[in-house]
Structure formats: structure tokens, C-alpha cells
T-cell receptor
Framework: NAGVTQTPKFRVLKTGQSMTLLCAQD?????MYWYRQDPGMGLRLIHY???????AKGEVPDGYNVSRLKKQNFLLGLESAAPSQTSVYFC????????????FGQGTRLTVV | AQSVTQLDSHVSVSEGTPVLLRCNYS??????LFWYVQHPNKGLQLLLK??????LVKGINGFEAEFKKSETSFHLTKPSAHMSDAAEYFC???????????FGKGTRLSVIA
């Protein structure tokens, strides 16, 4: 049982390049999330999904797109990377219901130069 | 809007002394509250959660937290700090149980030998 797996773990991009971060969970969770973590800012929600085929914007969605074509996968795309997107990205998943905690992946460290 | 305020960005304690990490929340609903821990270069791990049952919640590694509705607080405590407790701690609110988690900015705990 792998839990939440993020691919890749590290990446360096040049400004203007595009990339996709993959998140996979094997717990049959309905909800999936993408957060970014920056020093002193905690984790901020980028986009989330409450089920296959649905997505919604979070607190900081600009410059990112997401897709949830399969229940177990949640993809985060950067179409044209900017240095401001240098961050650590965390994917998480959870069941539906009051008080259900989220399970997190190990993170992807992205540097845009 | 739902929010979480962690009152200290950095707390330093000596090994064997008590730990207190402070958290206040605001929520229009009866919230679910969580504490997560992040060790250096690691993902996030759930320490404990409050979901409107007992107001004193016990978690892993000797940590506990008390929900005080009148003070809108959910402070994290541990009687005796260990070197392995050095990490970043996040107070998190789920405003209505089915909405994405909202993170505080984090408190870095240092433990001095």
C-alpha cells in the first residue's frame, strides 16, 4: 500500500517551459488536492477535486491547471513556468466526511530558473 | 472566511522541558481541527485531530491538544520535549468537514540538548 505518490521528486525548469506533476493514490479517496509550500507561508491550496472529472480552484490557482480523468490520479500542469512558481508542491487525498484527515505525498521540489 | 493563526513562528525549548505551540482559529461552522508535523525534507504526518468528540485529544509521540471553543484555540502540548520533536508543526482547520483543509503558516520547533 503506497499511499500517495508524487512524480517527479525534483525538477529544474527554465522560464517558459511546461511540465506536469503526477499524483497517484491507492486508497480509493474521493478528494484530492494540490498545495504549494513556501517559507513562512504554510501550505496554500492551488486546486482540488471532489471526484473523478471535477476540479475546483483554491487560494492560488493562477498559472496552474489540473485534471482528474481517473479517480486515483490528479495531475498539476504548469503551461509556462515562472520563477515565482519555484516551490515545494504537495499532493494530498482524503475520504469524504466530517473530520477526515488528508494523507500527503512526499512532495516535489520545483525550481524555475 | 475560515482561517488559522499560529501565534509563534519559532519556538525553542530545552530537551526534557514542556512544549506549547499555540493556535487560534476562526470558523463560522463547527470545525474539524488537526495538527500535522513535517520533519526536514519530509512530507506531512498527522499528529492528532479534533472532530467534536472529546475536547482533549491525544495524538502520537506524546502530543495532545485541547479544543477550547470559548477561546477559539487548539494549542498543542507535550510534557517533555525530545530531540526528535524538532520539526515544523502546522495547525489546520477543515471549516465544515467537507471542505479543503486550511493551513496555518507553521511553527518551527527547535529542541536544544
Amino acid at each position: 500500500n503506497a499511499g500517495v505518490t508524487q512524480t517527479p521528486k525534483f525538477r529544474v525548469l527554465k522560464t517558459g517551459q511546461s511540465m506536469t506533476l503526477l499524483c497517484a493514490q491507492d486508497m480509493n479517496h474521493e478528494y484530492m488536492y494540490w498545495y504549494r509550500q513556501d517559507p513562512g507561508m504554510g501550505l496554500r491550496l492551488i486546486h482540488y477535486s471532489v471526484g473523478e472529472g471535477t476540479t475546483a480552484k483554491g487560494e492560488v490557482p493562477d498559472g496552474y491547471n489540473v485534471s482528474r480523468l481517473k479517480k486515483q490520479n490528479f495531475l498539476l500542469g504548469l503551461e509556462s513556468a515562472a520563477p515565482s512558481q519555484t516551490s515545494v508542491y504537495f499532493c494530498a487525498s482524503s475520504y469524504v466526511g466530517v473530520g477526515t484527515e488528508a494523507f500527503f505525498g512526499q512532495g516535489t521540489r520545483l525550481t524555475v530558473v | 472566511a475560515q482561517s488559522v493563526t499560529q501565534l509563534d513562528s519559532h519556538v525553542s525549548v530545552s530537551e526534557g522541558t514542556p512544549v506549547l505551540l499555540r493556535c487560534n482559529y476562526s470558523s463560522s461552522y463547527s470545525p474539524s481541527l488537526f495538527w500535522y508535523v513535517q520533519h526536514p525534507n519530509k512530507g506531512l504526518q498527522l499528529l492528532l485531530k479534533y472532530t467534536s468528540a472529546a475536547t482533549l485529544v491525544k495524538g502520537i509521540n506524546g502530543f495532545e491538544a485541547e479544543f477550547k471553543k470559548s477561546e477559539t484555540s487548539f494549542h498543542l502540548t507535550k510534557p517533555s520535549a525530545h530531540m526528535s520533536d524538532a520539526a515544523e508543526y502546522f495547525c489546520v482547520v477543515s471549516p465544515s468537514g467537507n471542505t479543503p483543509l486550511v493551513f496555518g503558516k507553521g511553527t518551527r520547533l527547535s529542541v536544544i540538548a
